[in-house]
């Protein structure tokens, strides 16, 4: 039997899972899981991780990878952050931290062993799915591709998918050596977008 959707929801907020890993970063943070999906969502956004950003307003994308990712979707804030049409699940529900070198460390595992397979079944079926960067392409895709490759083949995943780069600052050099993906993917994605949300 699923488990209920909300229930679900209640119980990660307050993981803590991670807490002395967390305290074992550059950062020393606590676990403060970003929860953002709720029933009848119609668009899924499956992603990496939040970041410091993200997990100090509480809320997923709060910072300019989310700017530029509702640009891309064609998305005002509104409708981005209403949990009952967007349901954001990265593949760690909190913030890893930073090393040493000041860089985003990888999402732990312990994170989608313990809650993804139950989260993806009670959310049930969405009309689309959007996969964020390598983590999340990896996982959910089953490809052993790079970012590049994966994002080229787009649409090999249509009509009820679709991979995408994370929208990060750091990935403006990979935007401009690869000009197809607003040319071509992105008027596909917008379109998709409204399709799902009308």
């Known amino acids: 039997m699923t488990e209920p959707l909300t229930a679900l929801a209640d119980e990660l907020s307050r993981c803590r899972l991670c807490a002395e890993r967390f305290a074992a970063t550059a950062t020393r943070h606590s676990p403060r ?25 509480a809320r997923p994308f709060d910072d300019p990878s989310g700017i530029r990712l509702r640009a891309w979707l064609g998305l005002d804030d509104a409708t981005f952050w209403d949990r009952s049409r967007v349901a954001i699940m990265p593949m760690a529900f909190c913030f890893p931290g930073y090393d ?16 993804h397979d139950r989260l993806f079944a ?16 990896r996982y959910h895709l089953g490809v052993k591709t790079g970012v590049t490759e994966t994002v080229r083949n787009w649409r090999d995943h249509l009509p009820d998918a679709i991979p995408l780069p994370h929208p990060s ?21 917008r379109a998709r977008v409204r399709e799902v949300m009308e």
């Not at 029933?39 to 997990?55: E, F, K, N, V």
């Not at 990979?174 to 596909?188: G, M, S, T, Y």
């Open 100 to 115: 040493a070198q000041g860089s985003d460390l990888p999402p732990p595992p312990i994170c989608r062993h313990t809650w």
């Open 169 to 189: 600052w750091r990935n403006t050099a990979w935007l401009k050596r690869n000009p197809w993906f607003e040319d071509e993917l992105l008027p596909v994605l």
């Open 122 to 137: 009670a959310l049930g079926e969405v009309r689309l799915r959007l996969y964020i960067g390598g983590y999340a392409h």
């Open 33 to 57: 899981p970003v929860v953002w999906f709720a029933p009848g969502a119609r668009l899924l956004i499956a992603s990496q991780a939040p970041g410091m950003r993200a997990h100090n307003a």
